[in-house]
Nanobody, 115 residues
Framework: QEQLVESGGGLVQPGGSLRLSCAASGTIFGIYVMGWYRQAPGKQRELVATITRGGNTKYVDPVKGRFTISRDNGKNTVYLQMNSLKPEDTAVYYC?????????WGQGTQVTVSS
């Protein structure tokens, strides 16, 4: 079965850190870009960060300097290290993988930043 499996979400206090992981199943091949998106309650899903197979990264302004996206091509896994978390980072985080002819989405993992 072709799927993306996320892990690492949870509850953290403001200023804390979390690391999200997303592993693509072995039947998904030729991933060009992997990324993380998030959706807060009542808002549309938005891009957080992306990384190409070659390691080029892009971040949206609100997370620059706080989040780091990385990728292990051999394991078909993408990570999101989130530091200095803020309450406005609270959302369901989704993993995305782009392949030739389509894309895959993970089921989402909840990140809650609250004291």
């Amino acid at each position: 079965q072709e799927q993306l499996v996320e892990s690492g979400g949870g509850l953290v206090q403001p200023g804390g850190s979390l690391r999200l992981s997303c592993a693509a199943s072995g039947t998904i091949f030729g991933i060009y870009v992997m990324g993380w998106y998030r959706q807060a309650p009542g808002k549309q899903r938005e891009l957080v960060a992306t990384i190409t197979r070659g390691g080029n990264t892009k971040y949206v302004d609100p997370v620059k300097g706080r989040f780091t996206i990385s990728r292990d091509n051999g394991k078909n896994t993408v990570y999101l290290q989130m530091n200095s978390l803020k309450p406005e980072d609270t959302a369901v985080y989704y993993c995305n993988a782009v392949v030739q002819g389509g894309e895959y989405w993970g089921q989402g993992t909840q990140v809650t930043v609250s004291s």
